[in-house]
């Protein structure tokens, strides 16, 4: 087999993952004796679209489900319901050696970079394992390749960093080291777990400009999870705002963060810190902590903590994504 | 630098267009192999500081030379009629002779030479330790391996199996072995090798691999698209390498005493060994007066403790170099 070339396409209406109606539910306190009595909703029942290009941010708090959902759609892990379509390929039903076809469509980049690398694996050994299982390119050409991807992502020359081991290298260049191993295969797709968050702020930035540098030169597309909304305004195109294992509002990222709707979208909009003391903060006015995800009661998710909340929100179940302007869609019956 | 940089269109041609260079000057093996030595280096720098492990060590290799000199002795210095281990008789003293000069640890009831016998031993014993030790833990990182990594049926399968092995008296279980069929030291090397690896190092090598299953870099190499076997042999298995080759050491010491009892109730049949000189001296009667016949039973049972205590020391030794949070510096 060659080196893998999926050379862009300028087409940026065409969709590249389609997910449909996608949960996941993990059971809570089965026991051999008692039938289980409890699910936890990880992600429950949500359909997003990535266009070909683009970078679509998933942003909420900590058990939200953005990782669930991140990890389902490389299938790490198996959703409970729900379609998950890459580049026209089922994602659940993919078995044999078709799983090597899609592992070349579709990556990851994880979030810690001290716990993504083997400790015992050298730097060469770790940017070639994708080319390695798939076996795709002889060892020259694997080297080439490496060296080109290390070289990309500014590990220069890549002869000083391809013999090294992971605790050799600072944080930032072990993220970078991530990255190169998730791109090495040229994959259409990537789901970024927040690659950026464990790194140092003054590396952060160095990592999110080659982030978007590679997804203009690979025309490559991103599922980008973080809990940072100003990370997600400078590299998404659109935000999902989701709220246990819900998506409650999605749009183009300036207008989630120009004019969010959702009242839980709000109050993390509020939450972001401004640059200058003179700006004094409303506090956000949602109650309470995060509501459990246990055996949700069907009404609004967000009903606990909601400042807006009224009787329908109570007594209905979790509202339907409406469209509330063009491309604007939130989950919210008192909008 | 950006021209190297290639992007995906310019390399549209399969291999065929701009090459990029590397800038690596040796093949990958050698320097692979450069690496591995420097590994082996740094690695013996921190076994180094630990004065345990080089007392083990320099046990071990002085056991090493005394197991060498055997051919030279038998075939060059003594006298294989007097001397040999199993089947030599020294005509002109009374037996058991203690030390004088002809025999230095002097001879055993029929007539052996006590040197030539520990000298004869020493060699087999390593051979018993050493393959037994590699193969439990050769079998016993495997299968820790996959019962960490599949977990489900062939987890339960393999921990059980683990609980009745050890739930099983080790000593009385290799008496039984050992009158069913008659062990010489290499099924008995074998044998104890499996036992000890479908026993408790496979608990512990389980334990540390359940650790590194649960690494980001496990998921990384799922998503890589490697498989089970991928998996197991290129992450899980060079992660628990280390801990298997520490308890290696300690399972050396465990064959080693596990022989010497087997010899001493007479169920192995080994022609010589430690435990059968100590056995021998049992069996004659000699063993009623402490100290009277001292160098029937004592140069034995010295060596015994020394050597399993050699490979524990290095097993110390090792144990920081693998654990760095034992590490001085």
């Known amino acids: ?335 | 630098m950006n021209e190297l940089a290639t992007s995906p269109n310019a390399r549209q041609s399969n291999g065929e267009g701009p090459r990029f260079d590397p800038g690596i000057t040796e093949p990958i093996w050698k320097i692979r192999w450069k690496m591995n030595m420097r590994s082996l280096a740094q690695n013996w720098e921190v076994f180094k500081e630990s004065r345990v492990g080089m007392f083990g060590l320099m046990i071990i290799i002085a056991f090493g030379i005394f197991g060498l000199l055997w051919p030279i002795m038998i075939n060059f210095v003594w006298d294989p009629l007097v001397y040999h281990p199993v089947v030599g008789f020294d005509p002109i003293m009374m037996h058991p002779s203690p030390p004088v000069a002809g025999h230095l640890l002097g001879t055993d009831p029929i007539g052996r030479d006590i040197l030539a016998q520990l000298m004869f031993s020493t060699g087999r014993e390593f051979l018993l330790g050493v393959l037994s030790a590699v193969i439990s833990v050769v079998v016993g990182t495997f299968i820790g391996a996959m019962a960490a990594y599949y977990g489900g049926f062939t987890d339960t399968l393999f921990m059980r199996l683990a609980d009745i092995v050890m739930l099983f008296p080790f000593v009385p279980l290799l008496v039984v072995i050992g009158s069913m069929m008659r062990l010489d030291i290499f099924s008995f090397a074998v044998i104890l090798g499996f036992l000890e690896a479908f026993g408790g190092i496979t608990v512990i090598l389980k334990a540390q691999a359940l650790q590194v299953k649960v690494r980001p870099y496990i998921d990384a190499a799922r998503v890589a698209g490697g498989s089970d076997l991928h998996i197991i042999r290129a992450h899980i298995i060079p992660n628990v390498l280390p801990l298997s080759f520490l308890y290696m050491m300690f399972n050396v010491t465990a064959a080693i005493v596990s022989e010497a009892t087997l010899s001493f109730f007479g169920v192995l049949n080994i022609d010589m060994s430690w435990g059968m000189m100590i056995h021998t001296a049992e069996t004659a009667g000699y063993l009623f007066d402490f100290g009277k016949y001292w160098w029937l039973w004592a140069p034995s049972g010295f060596f015994i403790t020394l050597f399993c205590a050699a490979f524990y020391m290095v097993g110390r030794g090792l144990d920081e170099v693998v654990n760095p949070r034992l590490r001085k510096r």
Do not use: W
């Open chain 1, 1 to 335: 087999m060659a080196l893998p070339d999926s050379g862009p396409t300028n087409d940026v209406n065409d969709v590249l993952v389609r997910v449909q109606n996608l949960t996941k539910h993990y059971p809570v306190g089965r026991g051999f004796f008692h039938r289980q009595h409890a699910v936890l909703h990880a992600v429950d029942d949500i359909s997003f679209e990535v266009a070909r290009g683009e970078v679509l941010g998933l942003v909420g708090e900590s058990g939200c489900g953005k990782t669930t959902t991140g990890r389902m759609l490389v299938r790490l892990t198996n959703p409970t319901s729900g379609s998950i379509v890459i580049d026209g390929t089922d994602v659940s039903s993919i078995s044999g050696a078709d799983m090597g076809t899609f592992r070349q469509k579709a990556q990851m980049m994880f979030q810690d970079p001290y716990e993504s690398l083997d400790p015992r694996m050298t730097i060469f050994d770790i940017v070639s394992e994708p080319l390695n299982v798939n076996h795709i390119g002889n060892l020259e050409q694997r080297e080439e390749r490496v060296a080109e991807m290390l070289t990309r992502v500014g590990l220069a020359p890549p002869a000083t960093f391809m013999f090294r081991f992971p605790h050799e290298l600072s944080g930032g260049q072990r993220q970078r080291v991530a990255i190169a191993r998730a791109l090495v295969v040229n994959p259409g797709f990537v789901v970024a777990d927040e690659p950026t968050s464990m790194l140092d702020v003054s590396i952060r930035t160095g990592v999110m400009k080659l982030l978007a540098e590679l997804r203009e030169e690979f025309g490559m597309s991103y599922l980008y999870i973080t809990h940072d909304l100003a990370v997600a305004r400078y590299l998404c195109d659109r935000i999902a705002v989701m709220y246990l294992g819900k998506i409650v509002e999605i749009a183009g990222s300036e207008e989630v963060i120009g004019n969010p709707v959702h009242p839980y979208t709000r109050a993390l909009i509020s939450a972001v810190p401004v640059p200058d003391p003179a700006v004094v903060r409303p506090i956000p006015n949602v109650r309470g902590g995060v509501s459990k995800p246990i055996n949700p009661a069907p009404r609004c998710r967000f009903y606990e903590r909601c400042p807006a909340a009224q009787k329908v929100c109570k007594e209905s179940d979790h509202p339907e994504l409406r469209e509330v302007a063009p491309g604007h869609f939130a989950a919210c019956y008192i909008l």
